[in-house]
């Protein structure tokens, strides 16, 4: 895959080619690896792949059927969702969320940390979503898969307090919103603990997304009709 070239190249190595014999989670860690990974590695990342395929009319997804709409065909459509990707506010939490639990250090200190993030108004990468008005139900399941693998319990025990914490300053100072964990929370956990560096995150989460976007689009071009939302003009009018 594109991916696992891009990220051999950047290590001065040569491009692994696939094995279709095996799966996309199987092959994927395969050829970032050079070798296969254990069977709990393959099945944690088979789970995230899994768990990002779909999630409704999200931004790439949207993007991907407009264009479908358009009779432009898959490969347009599939590049233009990976173009909504590009910016940090669809799919590009993880990272950041690392960078949180590396900056707050120790669980003792995430209440502080927590409060001075709001004070300063800083947006808390991990939590909060614009469907989910309760605790991301994915966040359980990419929770689970971290604690199957191993070395990971210290981390895994250190996250859960940290988000302990976050929750309990969102409720003080959002008392009026009811902001929970989100799939980026322990996404962040997960591809930490299967060796993917950081600036891969967002590629991987379009490898599992791409499957979703593709199905849209069939979808889409079944129904034959150009998406043409309509809007209402709110701005100055003559006088």
């Not at 379009?206 to 069939?218: D, L, N, S």
Request: charged residues 20%; aromatic residues 8%; contains cysteine.
């Amino acid at each position: 895959m594109f991916l696992a070239a891009l990220l051999n190249a950047a290590k001065g190595l040569s491009a692994i080619a696939p094995d279709p014999s095996l799966s996309t989670a199987q092959d994927l860690l395969r050829m970032i690896r050079g070798q296969r990974a254990g069977e709990v590695f393959e099945k944690g990342l088979d789970t995230y792949l899994a768990t990002v395929a779909d999630h409704g009319f999200n931004a790439s997804t949207f993007t991907a059927r407009v264009v479908a709409s358009t009779h432009a065909g898959l490969i347009s459509a599939v590049l233009a969702g990976l173009c909504a990707l590009k910016g940090p506010l669809h799919g590009g939490a993880p990272g950041p969320v690392l960078d949180m639990l590396d900056e707050i250090g120790d669980a003792a200190r995430a209440e502080a940390w927590f409060d001075d993030a709001f004070a300063k108004n800083t947006t808390l990468m991990g939590f909060g979503h614009r469907i989910y008005k309760v605790r991301d139900p994915r966040a359980d399941v990419l929770k689970e898969a971290v604690a199957t693998l191993p070395e990971t319990a210290g981390r895994l025990a250190y996250a859960s307090a940290v988000e302990q914490g976050a929750i309990a300053a969102l409720r003080r100072h959002k008392p009026g919103r009811r902001l929970d964990t989100n799939v980026e929370y322990y996404t962040a956990l997960l591809l930490e603990a299967l060796e993917i560096p950081r600036e891969a995150f967002t590629a991987l989460f379009a490898v599992g997304r791409v499957a979703g976007w593709c199905a849209h689009v069939f979808e889409q071009e079944k129904g034959g009709r150009i998406i043409r939302p309509q809007s209402n003009y709110v701005g100055a009018r003559p006088s």
